[in-house]
Nanobody, 125 residues
Framework: QVQLVESGGGSVQAGGSLRLSCAAS?????????LGWFRQAPGKEREGVAC???????TYAESVQGRFTASKDNAKNTLYLQMNSLKPEDTAIYYC??????????????????WGQGTQVTVSS
């Protein structure tokens, strides 16, 4: 059974850090050609924040560039999102997503076939 399970969310003050994890099962992490981190704030659409391609390229949304770092540990079958210098506007439910294909539009949620259940991140000012 394919499953993605996020963890690591919580409440922090502005300027703080959190590290999110996304544990994969069913497929090995390296089987997914595209991995993504998304977030959704109340009343807003789901937006992509980072894309990790299994050929080695990682990209970031402009809003998190320089503050967030996505990485993966194939041995642990886990995707990570290190979030530093958090801002109140980073408050959202964060989701990991995966697809077996290399996605040209990796910030578009509809193209991903596999999703985690989400983890809440709350940043207070």
């Amino acid at each position: 059974q394919v499953q993605l399970v996020e963890s690591g969310g919580g409440s922090v003050q502005a300027g703080g850090s959190l590290r999110l994890s996304c544990a994969a099962s069913g497929y090995t992490l390296n089987s997914y050609h595209t991995l993504g981190w998304f977030r959704q704030a109340p009343g807003k659409e789901r937006e992509g924040v980072a894309c990790v391609y299994n050929y080695g390229r990682t990209t970031y949304a402009e809003s998190v560039q320089g503050r967030f770092t996505a990485s993966k540990d194939n041995a642990k079958n886990t995707l990570y999102l290190q979030m530093n210098s958090l801002k109140p506007e980073d408050t959202a439910i964060y989701y990991c997503a995966a697809d077996l294909k290399t996605l040209d539009y990796c910030y578009t949620a509809v193209f991903y076939n596999y999703w985690g259940q989400g983890t809440q991140v709350t940043v207070s000012s």
